[in-house]
């Protein structure tokens, strides 16, 4: 099993950023998929999840209005639109897959650094 995020890099508040996870080893319609990010010094906070059809999203109070997740099964590749970044925003983003919304989760990334500073 392979997780590999990309897509983050540094941006001023209120850019945007799409990361990407592309997956590998395993039937990635058959899980639920996750991001989850992790802020300096903080513990892990789940972000959003999305349902193996799309059919259902989920996210974070934090972020409601601002992120998307999305996913392309034909691709095996989970997408996270950020758009009106914060400073709070600012952390490593990992993705993840788990058979059902609340976990557990199994076979991490090895994240991808977001930073949100002018």
């Known amino acids: 099993v392979q997780l590999v995020e990309s897509g983050g890099g540094l941006v001023q508040p209120g850019g945007s950023l799409r990361l990407s996870c592309a997956a590998s080893g395993f039937t990635f319609d058959d899980y639920v998929m996750t991001w989850v990010r992790q802020a300096p010094g903080k513990g892990l906070e789940w972000v959003s999840a999305?349902?193996?059809?799309?059919?259902?999203?989920f996210l974070a109070e934090s972020v409601k209005g601002r992120f998307t997740i999305s996913r392309d099964n034909a691709k095996n590749t989970l997408y996270l639109q950020m758009n009106s970044l914060q400073s709070n925003d600012t952390g490593v983003y990992y993705c993840?897959?788990?058979?059902?919304?609340?976990?557990?989760?199994?076979?991490w990334g090895q994240g991808t650094q977001v930073t949100v500073s002018s």
């Open positions: 993840t897959k788990a058979m059902v919304v609340a976990g557990p989760y199994d076979d």
């Open positions: 999305i349902s193996w059809n799309s059919r259902d999203t």
